[in-house]
């Protein structure tokens, strides 16, 4: 019998599409996930095929649907890995070329010739990012620039260009919507956060036609409806927002001064400063995030890039561990970390010392060192790493962050959380249900069809989450940031006088 009110939230990430079937008191009644084919055509380049995104993502939908049962799915929600662009026909639904993916580097030299002309100051201004092939802009700008036809079919209006989101939408929808949402507009280079639209000043500076772009709506908002044949549902597509923005909503970090830190193989953090717009003097990005009713709002945000990663090389490098688990009780039973400190800059510092050129370290070893103490040091790591970053959110927003919401692999550790809620002085939430990007997909869904009466509402429907407290005493902390502080200095010193020369 189809009888409990759900949500569809499609969760189509960099390799894989998740799709669940999230009912309103918060239950899961249906999921599947397939991946799909990642291309690699010359160094430095990433392509997926969009189609074989689509096909994937239909049957992984389709399968999540027959799987609840007792669901009767009313909407649907899309959260998308960002930045990653498709440029197709708008008659026909056919791409004309692979999708770029968020990782293609093929525009560096673009970006820096961008850099050189001086417009990186502006940029920063309009968008709150970086001059970067990371971002859709510069990649959209190579399709038209390498594929001679294609601009004039842009500037006739024949072809459509959007992140993923607008892709998956469009074939929802058999080409009747062509839509995005302000947060994933945001990661394109060509959206202005303070105008809170397209700009024609960066249209213009990356050669980019208007006549290609999504209408950018509310995130939680009306973005058409899917026909039959898509999904079998005819149901309204009501809820759109990019991974990490999805997450924050998901969270319930829908107002200034609450942050999120998802600890995969990174740690990617993003803290809400509700309607402000703040400009990061720390290397931080500023980004368009969603307010508690799934309209516009604003968010910092900063990236670890190795976190979950250097307890991988601990197991799978070194071999010291037969499963990341078991990191917990070697870390927890040690009374201290012996002085031992470990910077697993492997591909250099990000944020917020930004030095591509430094490299991983570990200093304090003595004869007792042990095993234990290098999984200590990789676990006290990723919170050092963590707090550096929030500091510098903190630092750009003049807010101190009020609580600290965390999911992703590593958030399974409490040792760790508790050390880190002691580290950053910050209490620590850690939801019953750590699909966090679904689940703020479901939301922002389930906002606009009525399922869920306010964002506290769903919130609520979560469940019980578990809270670790700052219990750090003031002078343990303050030695061991300074031990932390010691060995990032001397990464970075090395970097600047070290043999680099000699690298690959
Ligand atoms: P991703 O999506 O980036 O692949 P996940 O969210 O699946 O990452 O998390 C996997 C990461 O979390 C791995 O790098 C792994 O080393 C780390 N991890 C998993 N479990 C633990 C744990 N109990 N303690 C510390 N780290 C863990």
């Known amino acids: 019998m189809s009888s409990t009110p759900s949500i569809l939230a499609i969760d189509q990430g960099t390799t ?26 010359k160094p430095g380049w990433v392509e997926h095929d969009a189609q074989e995104i689509w096909a994937v993502t239909q049957s992984v939908a389709r399968e999540a649907i027959a799987a609840a049962s007792e669901a009767e799915v009313t909407g649907v929600g899309i959260t998308n890995q960002r930045e990653t662009v498709v440029l197709w026909d708008r008659a026909t639904l056919e791409p004309v070329h692979r999708a770029i993916v968020w990782q293609d580097r093929r525009t560096a030299v673009l970006c820096a010739n961008l850099k050189e002309a001086g417009h990186e100051a502006e940029v920063r201004r309009r968008t709150g990012l970086v001059l970067d092939p990371y971002f859709s802009g510069t990649k959209l700008l190579w399709l038209l620039r390498e594929h001679p036809g294609l601009r004039a079919r842009a500037e006739a209006g024949e072809l ?4 993923i989101d607008s892709w998956l939408i469009a074939k929802l929808t058999h080409g009747r919507v062509h839509a995005t949402d302000p947060t994933n507009a945001s990661r394109t280079l060509l959206y202005n956060l303070s105008l809170a639209e397209w700009d024609p000043w960066l249209l213009d500076m990356l050669e980019i036609p208007q006549a290609l772009l999504p209408e950018v709506r509310a995130s939680s908002g009306d ?21 990490q923005q999805a997450a924050l909503f998901g969270q319930g970090c829908w107002s200034s001064g609450l942050a999120k830190c998802t600890y995969g193989t990174g740690a990617f953090l ?27 709002a604003f968010a910092l945000e900063g990236s670890v890039f190795i976190a979950g990663a250097a307890i991988q090389w601990l197991r799978d490098g070194l071999g010291i561990l037969g499963d990341a688990s ?18 697993p800059a492997f591909v250099g510092l990000g944020a917020p010392h930004w030095m591509p050129e430094a490299r991983g370290a570990l200093f304090g070893l003595t004869r007792g060192t042990t095993r234990e103490h290098l999984v200590r040091a990789a676990l006290e790591a990723m919170a050092y790493g963590t707090s550096e970053v929030l500091d510098a959110m903190e630092a750009d927003s003049l807010t101190k962050t009020t609580e600290l919401r965390v999911d992703g ?55 019980d989450a578990t809270r670790f407290a700052s219990r750090m005493p003031a002078d343990e902390r303050e030695s061991l940031l300074a031990g932390w502080t010691e060995a990032v200095g001397a990464v970075k010193g090395l970097a600047k006088s070290g043999p680099q020369g000699s690298r690959p």
Request: charged content about 15%; proline content about 3%.
């Open 16 to 41: 894989g599409t998740t799709c669940f079937v999230i009912s309103e008191d918060g239950r899961i009644l249906g999921r599947a996930y397939s991946e799909f084919t990642q291309h690699f055509p």
């Open 160 to 163: 459509a260009a959007g992140t």
């Open 223 to 243: 973005f058409g409806t899917t026909r039959g044949d898509a999904l079998g549902l005819d149901v309204p597509i009501a809820g759109v927002a990019g991974d």
């Open 270 to 296: 993003l803290m809400h400063t509700g309607e402000r717009i703040v400009p990061s003097n720390h290397g931080l990005l500023t980004t368009a995030a969603c307010d508690s009713e799934g309209g516009l």
């Open 326 to 343: 078991e990191s917990e009780a070697m870390a927890s039973g040690l009374e201290s970390n012996g002085g031992v400190y470990f910077v």
């Open 409 to 463: 692999g590593a958030a399974k550790n409490d040792w760790f959380l508790g050390f880190q809620a002691g580290l950053s002085e910050v209490p620590i939430r850690r939801p019953a249900l750590v699909e966090t990007t679904a689940l703020g997909a479901a939301g922002l869904a389930g906002l606009e069809t009525g399922l869920w009466s306010s964002a506290e509402d769903f919130l609520a429907s979560q469940g």
